[in-house]
């Protein structure tokens, strides 16, 4: 359903007076969702995840520039489409509750979500009290106010927004910290259930363990390009055997249930990025060609991996 | 040894208790975890310890004398939103240097860079500003560290690499940790014992 093939992205910053520079922040990122997938998004901070949601939904700040290819059901997506598709075919679940309007009640929120998608007003009034019941959140809430309902209610709103059209394509950017457990459990459910009815869900998060537990492949970012995608079963042992990419290895292994082993290091800033592989620096399985060109995405034991090594 | 008697709190005089009767310690050199489901009032004991709020019943005593009302506290407290919890009106160098200063061994082990200290917190990542935050945290007059959900929102090997740095620390100083998370395997990989706050609360 949907094919980012190299994207890129960069922002025009002014440096001193009027002189500028490009601070390319996504290099080469390429990611695929198919109807009834869901495709975790895991990585660190700064590799990226949110700038993809973001470009998907063409709302990256304007000093952005966008290049690569972006397609949506074999059709290039260019942004005049991506205005027309974002909110009708392609929603996005945000990452802060903040994104609700602060002055509107939460039912109405929903209700013009479905409007926008093209429900009638009664029609969305009726879509938006299914929706509530779909996430249990009981008809008295609609009449609350952003500020009156609790983070994990305001969550399930902003699922109910992004649910309660037509969208094929569901972007959920971080949709579970600082929720209670159970909560998180019922979200990562309803996201699976969205996959199963056949919509593609995109699932951006840092939480592996949480993306494992219902997606059926996980892309890894790492400083703005796709480092590998792997099926959900190739991370079934604490030592990560079966993954391809040390980087994968070195996140899968940090984690307290593993080896909780970390590797030193940062994550190149994107003003100063290596020509050659960006995890060179900090990889256990370096050689002098890894440093001589940026390697290619090639497929590797029914997985994709950006590494010579692998 | 920082201890906590029969604390218990409320919002105000006609709201019901959040929790009562909460007794805890942490000797110095110990890491101890308080888990405990989300909305309980785990980050208000953990502000109750660290002196951030008076409003209680109860005492809270470090060494056996009641935590100082000015200058540095020596149970230090980090928030798990790094983002609030500095001045968004002040550079890293400020925010970093505004207790103490730190050695350089520390802010390389937390891998913190020189390059960040003269950017502005909103230029720096959550997990960047959680690093200096940890830093600005360990003084040499610090005896007790309360870590509250301090790596959740971090990715696996920020939330490790933190970690080592500040076990590494407490031990060669002999501080007392608290972790307060609702992560079993952190809590059970970084922790001699575990309080639940439901076990204890009444």
Redesign the interface.
Known sequence: MLVVRNLAVSFTQYEVGLKQRQLTVITQLDLEADAGEVVAVVGASGSGKSLLAHALLGILPPNAQVSGELVFKGQHLDPARIESLRGREIALIPQSVSYLDPLQRVGPQVQRAAQLSGAKPPAAKILQQQAFARYDLKARVGRLFPFQVSGGMARRVLLATATVGQAELIVADEPTPGLHPTVVVETLKHLRELADEGKAVILITHDIEAALQIADRVAVFYAGTTVEVAAAKDFDDPEGTNLRHPYTKALWQALPQNKFRPLAGTQPPPDNLPSGCLFADRCPLVIPECEAGRPILRSVRAGLVRCIRA | MLKATDLSFRYAKDKPWVWRGVSLSVEPGEVVGLSG???LGKTTLAKILAGYLSYYTGQVTYDDKPLPKNGYCPVQLIFQHPELAVNPRWRISQVLYEGHTPDESLLKAL?V?S?WLSRWPQEL????LQRVAVARALGPQTRYLIADEMT??????????I??AVLGHAQRHNLGVLVVS??A??L???CQRVISLEAVMQ
Request: glycine content about 18%; overall charge negative; cysteine-free.
């Open positions: 489901p989300s909305g891998g860079s390059g990542s959550g997990g960047e959740t929102m971090l990715d696996a090997n920020t939330q490790a690499l970690w080592q609702h992560d395997p952190l059970k990989r970084l």
